[in-house]
């Protein structure tokens, strides 16, 4: 019962969403649901290794881009349909996801050296891309416009919205899954302490290649989709530090290894963002510096994210109130 | 049941454990004793997998185990708790030990229901949906003893599952080791409480700086002069006969 | 392809910057070292130390060596203060926490210095940067031998203060056994901040003898600190001798394969060692435990 109130709950704030999208939405305010949304979906993706299985990686921009190059290479390079390019992006990032895990589990790295490690395979990737003809060097690429469900592009952005509520729910629900099934409890198991995991017969390396080719999938779909949004990616937008910045801040600020968490993070995120925008009057930074202060205060004050936060108030009430 | 042959263990220099064999028949308690630094844990290690031994076998149900991983071992019914607790602590009770359940069941109600059995039976019944970081030392303790359990061991590894404990708490944790035994799990333990040793097991053996001393029934063992003399020092075995013999 | 004497200039060259990569790295690695932590912010740190210099010659027309004299200092009470009152407090210990908090230090550091200088890159102009010193039929340019003259008198100070000041033992103690040390009545809050600001005190002399060179701009030093972290995994956390060594290598490296790939594939050299490293021996050349 309690464990359904966050599902319930997001699903209702996706729906207020959905609703008000529908309804109609000034321009901009679409534009910026859709962006919070890709975030959001990064950040799940981000928080499957990184909250619940404990492992904080700094490079998630490698599935990203990974997601968003394969998709418009097949698409404007060989004319492959948008979904199937999506399908493909999905599957290459999870791959990539898969050696890199595979690479760096095998050589038992954790904490500062796994996210040292995942920050150097994105900035290999970054440079490739931006190096090479075929992912179209410094200059990038875009894909052609063509409206309608099959190119995944609509002139109507409402849609693209809905579609994107989707995919984060069908996120919401695969945390669900994660949080109830064997898989779930193994990566947690790890997460707290994995001696006594093995002790128990988690098999620890399956369990986190596992964790990050899921993880990398999640990420891989979410740079598909930013592509078909703005049809436009070079090395630095889909490989760049960015993307990885800002999944993890708004899965940790809203709480890592919780379901609501990436929600609330990216809600956040994007929302303080807008609001510093206005205050800064276009300094460009400012954003920025407001989210590493509201980092280091979270690790600070809150080390379970806003999420963790609320939900320590709630139990303090309840135990207080049973005291009485 | 268990064979751990002529296990050696060095760490750089100092070797912690050497040339030590420990036989545990199916069925009995089975105690592994000694002073403090003796060795014991590492021992325990080596069988459970947590270290490579420099020499020697471990064979598990006549098969070889030597350098098989934790987790195989666990999977093939050899189950440990650890001398200094390691809860889940992010975790309630019913899903630390949920997690030792999953070993033998992919569905997660079936996993929790088995949990809250197993909870019930080391006295955690009440306390399911505590935080593991809430639960008192003798709390933890059946909490490790719960989760090892939950993976349906046949052979379980308890290490110093007693130490921490208050009188009343070991009085009350001894019945639910003999249960165990009840319903058919081979035990070895690593014990330093003396009375709980000669109360529960059947073959006791003594490690002192890493070397086998001594095996055999618990109260020959412990009138064993090799015995004493590693707790309590060289001659000490002769100075207490004489005090003995000087106060008959 | 390239005449023996180009590739052993760019040879010469890359050693020289190295010293100066060794420079950047000694503060990383005696942070990690001592503290048990990887300074994600040491590049944002480097980036200030190098506007500073570059303030202090645009404002004040000082020579950026002679800018050095001054910015080490200032570097030292800000590294002293950001670890003593921010990170300190701000991770608790956590492992996860101080890798957030430096993380989080560095994004604001380097967004500061993006919203008060803007994304333009400064240069320094000087008379001599680039004046070249012959040495036999190579040709060297001067900053950067003045950069290998500097950051050798450099390692040779930070020996003398570990190794024969009573801070210097305070910290060597903290980093082998903190428990022990606290127990014998060292301050190690104020030892942590003493080290993390001799860190930040290597990035204020390095930022100096970078500038003639280079140019700065927000995100300079996030380019620089990755080098830094190669080259301090390839030395071995926490080894001076490591950092000394893996920096020499690594400016090396990087001089070569710019040679022959360019300059932007051939940052990729850089990380590929990195990666190669961590996969095989995280503990690199000399160092303890990952």
């Given at each position: 019962?309690?464990?359904?109130?966050?599902?319930?709950?997001?699903?209702?704030?996706?729906?207020?969403?959905?609703?008000?999208?529908?309804a109609?939405?000034?321009?901009?305010?679409?534009?910026?649901?859709?962006?919070?949304?890709?975030?959001?979906?990064?950040?799940?993706?981000?928080?499957?290794?990184?909250?619940?299985?404990?492992?904080?990686?700094?490079?998630?921009?490698?599935?990203?881009g990974?997601?968003?190059?394969?998709?418009t290479i097949?698409?404007?390079s060989?004319?492959?349909n948008?979904?199937?390019?999506?399908?493909?992006?999905?599957?290459?990032?999870?791959?990539?996801?898969?050696?890199?895990?595979?690479?760096?589990?095998?050589a038992?790295?954790?904490?500062?050296?796994?996210?040292?490690?995942?920050?150097?395979?994105?900035?290999?990737?970054?440079?490739?891309?931006?190096?090479?003809?075929?992912?179209?060097?410094?200059?990038?690429m875009?894909?052609?416009?063509?409206?309608?469900?099959?190119?995944?592009?609509?002139?109507?952005?409402?849609?693209?919205?809905?579609?994107?509520?989707?995919?984060?729910?069908?996120?919401?629900?695969?945390?669900?899954?994660?949080?109830?099934?064997?898989?779930?409890?193994?990566?947690?198991?790890?997460?707290?302490?994995?001696?006594?995991?093995?002790?128990?017969?988690?098999?620890?390396?399956?369990?986190?290649?596992?964790?990050?080719?899921?993880?990398?999938?999640?990420?891989?779909?979410?740079?598909?989709?930013?592509?078909?949004?703005?049809?436009?990616?070079?090395?630095?937008?889909?490989?760049?530090?960015?993307?990885?910045?800002?999944a993890?801040?708004?899965?940790?600020?809203?709480?890592?290894?919780?379901?609501?968490?990436?929600?609330?993070?990216?809600?956040?995120?994007?929302?303080?963002?807008?609001?510093t925008?206005?205050?800064?009057?276009?300094?460009?930074?400012?954003?920025?510096?407001?989210?590493?202060?509201?980092?280091?205060?979270?690790?600070?004050?809150a080390?379970?994210?806003?999420?963790?936060?609320?939900?320590?108030?709630?139990?303090?009430?309840?135990?207080?109130?049973?005291?009485? | 049941?268990?064979?751990?042959h002529?296990?050696?263990?060095?760490?750089?220099?100092?070797?912690?454990?050497?040339?030590?064999?420990?036989?545990?028949?199916?069925?009995?308690?089975?105690?592994?004793?000694?002073?403090?630094?003796?060795?014991?844990?590492?021992l325990?290690?080596?069988?459970?997998?947590?270290?490579?031994p420099?020499?020697?076998?471990?064979?598990?149900q006549?098969?070889?185990?030597?350098?098989?991983?934790?987790?195989l071992?666990?999977?093939?019914?050899?189950?440990r708790?650890?001398?200094?607790?390691?809860?889940?602590?992010?975790?309630?009770?019913?899903?630390?030990?949920?997690?030792?359940?999953?070993?033998?069941?992919?569905?997660?109600?079936?996993?929790?229901?088995?949990?809250?059995?197993?909870?019930?039976?080391?006295?955690?019944?009440?306390?399911?949906d505590?935080?593991?970081?809430?639960?008192?030392?003798?709390?933890?303790?059946?909490?490790?003893?719960?989760?090892?359990?939950?993976?349906?061991?046949?052979?379980?590894?308890?290490?110093?599952?007693?130490?921490?404990l208050?009188?009343?708490e070991?009085?009350?944790?001894?019945?639910?080791?003999?249960?165990i035994?009840?319903?058919?799990?081979?035990?070895?333990?690593?014990?330093?409480?003396?009375?709980?040793?000669?109360?529960?097991?059947?073959?006791?053996?003594?490690?002192?700086?890493?070397?086998?001393?001594?095996?055999?029934?618990?109260?020959?063992?412990?009138?064993?002069?090799?015995?004493?003399?590693?707790?309590?020092?060289?001659?000490?075995?002769?100075?207490?006969?004489?005090?003995?013999?000087?106060?008959a | 392809?390239?005449?023996?004497?180009?590739?052993?200039?760019?040879?010469?060259?890359?050693?020289?910057?190295?010293?100066?990569?060794?420079?950047?790295?000694?503060?990383?690695?005696?942070?990690?070292?001592?503290?048990?932590?990887?300074?994600?912010?040491?590049?944002?740190?480097?980036?200030?130390?190098?506007?500073?210099?570059?303030?202090?010659?645009?404002?004040?027309?000082?020579?950026?060596?002679?800018?050095?004299?001054?910015v080490?200092?200032?570097?030292?009470?800000?590294?002293?203060?950001?670890?003593?009152?921010?990170?300190?407090?701000?991770?608790?210990?956590?492992?996860?926490?101080?890798?957030?908090?430096?993380?989080?230090?560095?994004?604001?550091?380097?967004?500061?210095?993006?919203?008060?200088?803007?994304?333009?890159?400064?240069?320094?102009?000087?008379?001599?940067?680039?004046?070249?010193?012959?040495?036999?039929?190579?040709?060297?340019?001067?900053?950067?031998?003045?950069?290998?003259?500097?950051?050798?008198?450099?390692?040779?100070?930070?020996?003398?203060?570990?190794?024969?000041?009573?801070?210097?033992?305070?910290?060597?103690?903290?980093?082998?056994?903190?428990?022990g040390?606290?127990?014998?009545?060292?301050?190690?809050?104020?030892?942590?901040?003493?080290?993390?600001?001799?860190?930040?005190?290597?990035?204020?002399?390095?930022?100096?003898?970078?500038?003639?060179?280079?140019?700065?701009?927000?995100?300079?030093?996030?380019?620089?600190?990755?080098?830094?972290?190669?080259?301090?995994?390839?030395?071995?956390m926490?080894?001076?001798?490591?950092?000394?060594?893996?920096?020499?290598?690594?400016?090396?490296?990087?001089?070569?394969?710019?040679?022959?790939?360019?300059?932007?594939?051939?940052q990729?050299?850089?990380?590929?060692?990195?990666?190669?490293?961590?996969?095989?021996?995280?503990?690199?050349?000399?160092?303890?435990?990952?």
């Amino acid at each position: 019962m309690k464990k359904n109130f966050e599902f319930i709950a997001a699903l209702a704030f996706l729906g207020v969403v959905g609703i008000a999208a529908i309804a109609g939405l000034p321009g901009n305010i679409l534009n910026l649901l859709i962006f919070m949304m890709i975030i959001a979906l990064t950040a799940q993706g981000w928080n499957v290794l990184g909250g619940y299985g404990g492992l904080s990686s700094f490079g998630h921009a490698a599935f990203f881009g990974t997601g968003a190059y394969t998709t418009t290479i097949l698409q404007t390079s060989f004319g492959i349909n948008a979904w199937v390019g999506l399908v493909c992006g999905v599957i290459l990032g999870a791959a990539v996801g898969a050696l890199i895990g595979f690479l760096s589990f095998r050589a038992g790295l954790k904490g500062s050296y796994f996210a040292l490690i995942t920050l150097a395979f994105a900035e290999v990737l970054r440079i490739l891309a931006n190096s090479w003809d075929f992912t179209g060097g410094a200059a990038g690429m875009m894909v052609s416009i063509n409206n309608g469900f099959a190119y995944l592009q609509f002139s109507d952005r409402r849609w693209f919205l809905l579609i994107l509520i989707g995919f984060v729910a069908g996120g919401l629900l695969l945390t669900r899954w994660l949080e109830r099934s064997a898989f779930g409890a193994y990566l947690i198991a790890l997460r707290e302490n994995d001696q006594a995991a093995q002790a128990l017969g988690v098999d620890i390396f399956k369990i986190k290649i596992q964790a990050i080719t899921l993880s990398a999938a999640i990420t891989a779909l979410a740079g598909c989709l930013y592509v078909q949004n703005f049809l436009f990616i070079d090395a630095n937008v889909a490989y760049g530090s960015w993307i990885s910045i800002e999944a993890l801040f708004a899965a940790i600020v809203g709480g890592a290894g919780t379901m609501l968490g990436p929600l609330i993070g990216s809600v956040l995120l994007l929302g303080l963002g807008e609001i510093t925008k206005s205050f800064s009057g276009g300094i460009a930074g400012v954003d920025l510096v407001v989210f590493g202060i509201i980092l280091i205060l979270c690790v600070a004050f809150a080390p379970n994210g806003i999420r963790g936060f609320v939900a320590d108030l709630w139990y303090r009430r309840k135990s207080r109130g049973k005291a009485m | 049941m268990l064979k751990a042959h002529n296990l050696t263990k060095r760490f750089s220099g100092l070797l912690a454990v050497d040339d030590a064999t420990i036989d545990v028949a199916e069925g009995p308690i089975t105690g592994l004793i000694g002073p403090n630094g003796a060795g014991k844990t590492t021992l325990f290690a080596m069988i459970a997998g947590f270290l490579n031994p420099n020499a020697g076998t471990v064979t598990f149900q006549n098969e070889d185990i030597t350098s098989e991983k934790p987790h195989l071992r666990a999977r093939r019914g050899l189950a440990r708790t650890f001398q200094i607790v390691q809860p889940f602590a992010g975790l309630d009770v019913r899903d630390n030990i949920a997690v030792g359940a999953f070993l033998h069941t992919k569905d997660p109600a079936e996993a929790r229901r088995l949990a809250t059995l197993t909870a019930e039976k080391v006295g955690l019944g009440h306390e399911l949906d505590k935080l593991a970081s809430g639960l008192t030392i003798a709390g933890r303790k059946r909490l490790e003893l719960a989760r090892a359990l939950a993976t349906q061991p046949k052979l379980l590894l308890l290490d110093e599952v007693l130490a921490g404990l208050n009188p009343s708490e070991i009085r009350d944790v001894l019945p639910i080791i003999r249960q165990i035994r009840e319903e058919g799990v081979t035990i070895l333990m690593i014990e330093h409480i003396m009375q709980a040793v000669m109360n529960l097991c059947d073959t006791v053996y003594v490690l002192s700086q890493g070397k086998m001393i001594a095996s055999g029934e618990p109260r020959l063992v412990c009138t064993d002069t090799a015995v004493i003399e590693a707790y309590l020092g060289h001659g000490a075995a002769a100075r207490i006969k004489a005090e003995g013999a000087a106060h008959a | 392809m390239y005449s023996p004497t180009i590739i052993f200039e760019a040879l010469m060259n890359g050693l020289m910057l190295g010293a100066v990569y060794a420079l950047i790295a000694l503060g990383l690695t005696l942070i990690y070292g001592v503290l048990h932590i990887v300074n994600f912010a040491h590049g944002a740190l480097l980036t200030v130390a190098m506007y500073l210099v570059w303030l202090a010659s645009d404002r004040f027309g000082l020579d950026p060596y002679v800018a050095i004299l001054v910015v080490t200092p200032m570097m030292f009470a800000i590294g002293y203060c950001l670890q003593r009152f921010i990170i300190g407090p701000a991770s608790r210990g956590s492992d996860n926490g101080i890798l957030l908090a430096t993380l989080g230090l560095s994004i604001v550091i380097q967004n500061l210095l993006l919203a008060g200088f803007n994304s333009d890159t400064r240069t320094i102009a000087t008379d001599y940067a680039f004046e070249i010193v012959p040495l036999g039929p190579l040709l060297l340019s001067l900053p950067r031998v003045i950069g290998l003259g500097v950051s050798v008198v450099t390692a040779v100070l930070l020996w003398a203060i570990l190794n024969r000041t009573d801070i210097g033992k305070a910290i060597r103690a903290v980093a082998k056994e903190k428990l022990g040390a606290s127990l014998v009545g060292i301050n190690v809050a104020h030892v942590y901040a003493m080290t993390f600001a001799i860190g930040t005190a290597c990035l204020a002399i390095a930022g100096g003898l970078l500038m003639p060179s280079f140019y700065v701009s927000p995100t300079t030093g996030a380019a620089f600190v990755l080098v830094a972290f190669t080259i301090v995994v390839l030395g071995g956390m926490g080894s001076i001798p490591g950092a000394l060594i893996g920096g020499l290598l690594i400016g090396v490296v990087e001089a070569i394969s710019s040679l022959f790939l360019g300059d932007s594939l051939g940052q990729i050299g850089i990380f590929l060692i990195f990666i190669l490293v961590l996969l095989v021996k995280p503990t690199g050349l000399f160092g303890a435990r990952a």
